[in-house]
């Protein structure tokens, strides 16, 4: 249920891109490897190797934050290393990623009412026994909706349910349009919107949240106090086919089966999540210590592929890396204003991205799971995703970058390195990048060499890459001095599984996640039209995703760097791996033919 993925890394190797320089038309795009969705062993599995330990590797190079509500996650890390638990999940869907109502919960939608019934299963409980109610269904927009929990994840989208602006604004204590026909202890609540929009029919939507929080485990905490109480770090509860046994803070979670949970009973007895780093992934995978992994690199791929106890699995990804422009602040309650920043000026943004020749990077480093991006849409979002054709991009180009910037009024003074101001004032640009492998470190010099080549004095934001925790919690104040341009990694859609690209809970002006604080009519006028009622019909919600693709190119406040391939390396001893949309258990289909690893 996250919107800020990871920043996509590279991987590992001893290549450095320093000195390299641009070669053959920069604006194709390679070929990429295509993987198996599903992986099974030749094997079925046994008892004797469901009653052992599944062991899941976190690649990350820090701690993970330990944040068990869903509604208040901002990194991939928590959502990894607590999914068994369910990550709260209300909805299941199909292969294309509709709602079905075969899950916790089932949907009802009303056009003319423009309401939506959901209806829980009446024997569901929280891991602790408690049951599932309809309070739990609301309970998650009090926490969204509310500044004082500082959550990342609320959609403006979602002031569509009437009442919400009032409750987001501190002007009512609750929300008027989610009701309760069987009354908050009942298996019912009924949202009431002005408008029912296309993107609710889908299970990863800005509209409704696609979960459930622990109303009763929680209730008494202020909102305020919720991240740091016992409730969730210590002693939290979970919807899903596993529960928590025990965690090391920042470093593993174990499961063990959940006797409440309300589908089929999973196969294995214990799960074992730990983070190891990525420069030791692939010698941990090398002595078999790991079934599978989260996060692998895409250099990482090429040690791994001949690893003969080990198959490869894997999906285009929902996520994009893209850079990021400061182009003005927020308030605290989320509203983005622009300014006459830094890097206000359009072409002094386009001059950078021209000067970045990202086909070498993914060359040299990517390993066919890695490629220039065109888009915001990512091509895993097949219908939505704009191609190459109409939209290029923005390829590598010296010569354009550098009569961009002097077109704008960048210019040297007599015997100076760099570019200054159009007004003849020094210009110091600050970049803010993420602590990595080698190639996170020399991919990113190659950018800061790159910028130096066109002319601009592009630094580290506080003179060095920053730790992952650290970057964020700057990227996510309101104001912020500290990085000019940044390369983060974000998820369209708030759910698991993401296939909904409406792109309000990134771009919008009054959501948090939209850290570089655009503000545009047009930006506003065409996320509104992905989800009026002309949109229900596809062809004219695809020709609306398409003129936000190219309108956000043209403006380059957000730029695309990476499409990527969400992958693993499976040992042959597991059964059941299913990365497919239409997977609603993904961790309860997993068994084990072997007490240890192949």
């Known amino acids: 249920m996250i919107n800020h993925k990871k920043w996509l890394t590279l991987g590992i190797a001893t290549l450095s891109l320093m000195g390299l320089t641009a070669c053959s038309n920069q604006a ?47 990194n991939q890390e928590d959502a990894d290393v607590y999914s068994p638990g369910g990550e709260g999940a209300l909805f299941n869907q ?16 009303n056009k003319k009412k423009n309401t939506a019934l959901v209806t829980l299963r009446k024997n569901a409980k929280w891991s602790n026994g408690q049951k599932v109610t309809a309070k739990d269904i609301e309970f ?34 609750t929300i008027s349009g989610i009701t309760f026909p069987d009354g908050q202890k009942g298996n019912k609540a009924l949202f009431h919107f002005n408008q029912i929009t296309p993107a609710i029919e889908y299970a990863s939507n800005d509209f409704m949240w696609n979960g459930v929080e622990p109303y009763e485990h929680l209730k008494g905490i202020p909102i ?4 740091s109480s016992p409730q969730v770090r210590k002693h939290p509860v979970f919807i899903g086919p596993y529960k928590l046994k025990k965690q090391i803070d920042g470093e593993s979670t174990d499961w063990v089966p959940d ?36 996060g692998n690199s895409a250099s990482d791929y090429a040690h791994i592929k001949p690893l003969k106890d080990y ?83 923005v390829p590598y180009n010296m010569a354009k970058a550098k009569k961009l910037l002097k077109d704008a009024g960048y210019t040297k003074k007599h015997g100076s390195k760099y570019v200054t101001k159009p007004n003849g004032k020094k210009l ?39 730790e992952m925790n650290s970057f964020y919690s700057t ?36 959501d948090p996640g939209n850290s570089s604080h655009l503000n545009t009519k047009e930006n506003t006028k065409l996320y509104k039209e992905m989800n009026d009622k002309k949109s229900f019909n596809l062809k004219h919600r695809i020709k609306i995703f398409h003129k936000w693709q190219k309108y956000m190119n043209k403006i380059a406040v957000y730029a695309p760097e990476f499409y990527g391939i969400d992958w693993t390396a499976v040992n042959h001893r597991v059964t059941g791996f299913d990365y497919k949309a239409g997977n609603n258990d993904f961790w309860g289909n997993l068994g084990l033919n072997s007490t240890h690893l192949k």
């Open 311 to 393: 198959s490869e699995v894997g999906r285009p990804n929902f996520s994009i890396a893209n850079f990021g422009f400061m182009v003005g602040k927020g308030n605290k309650s989320g509203h983005s204003t622009m300014t006459h920043s830094k890097m206000g000026n359009v072409n002094l943004r386009k001059a950078m991205l021209y000067a970045l020749n990202l086909n070498l990077v993914a060359k040299k480093f990517g390993n066919g799971l890695s490629y220039r991006a065109n888009s915001l849409v990512p091509p895993a979002f097949n219908k939505y995703h704009s191609s190459y054709n109409s939209t290029p991009g």
């Open 28 to 74: 194709k795009v390679g070929k990429h490897v295509h993987f198996s969705e599903t992986y099974n062993a030749s094997k079925p599995a046994t008892k004797a190797g469901n009653d052992s330990t599944l062991h899941v590797a976190e690649i990350n190079d820090a701690p993970f934050a330990g944040m068990t509500l869903p509604t208040l996650q901002n």
């Open 140 to 173: 998650p927009y009090e926490i969204l909706a509310n500044p004082k929990s500082k959550s990342q994840l609320y959609s403006p989208d979602m002031s569509d349910i009437k009442g919400m602006n009032a409750y987001h604004n501190g002007k009512a204590k």
């Open 259 to 294: 006797k409440y949970y309300y589908g089929k009973k999973p196969h294995i007895k214990n799960i074992d999540i730990q983070v190891v780093s990525s420069s030791n992934t692939v010698a941990a995978l090398k002595s078999k210590k790991y079934d599978f992994t989260f």
């Open 428 to 466: 110091v640009i600050h970049y803010g990048a993420m602590q990595g492998n080698d190639i996170t470190k020399a991919t990113d010099d190659y950018f800061m060499q790159q910028w130096h080549k066109l002319g601009l004095d592009v630094k580290y934001a506080n003179g060095k890459p920053m």
């Open 94 to 109: 199909n292969k294309n990623h509709k709602i079905i109502n075969n899950g916790l919960g089932s949907l009802k939608l």
């Open 224 to 227: 305020s106090k919720l991240p």
């Open 475 to 510: 990227l996510q104040k309101p104001v912020q001095h500290v990085m000019d341009v940044y390369i983060a990694s974000s998820t369209l859609g708030t759910q698991p599984n993401e296939a909904e690209p409406t792109q309000a809970d990134m771009y919008a002006p009054d």
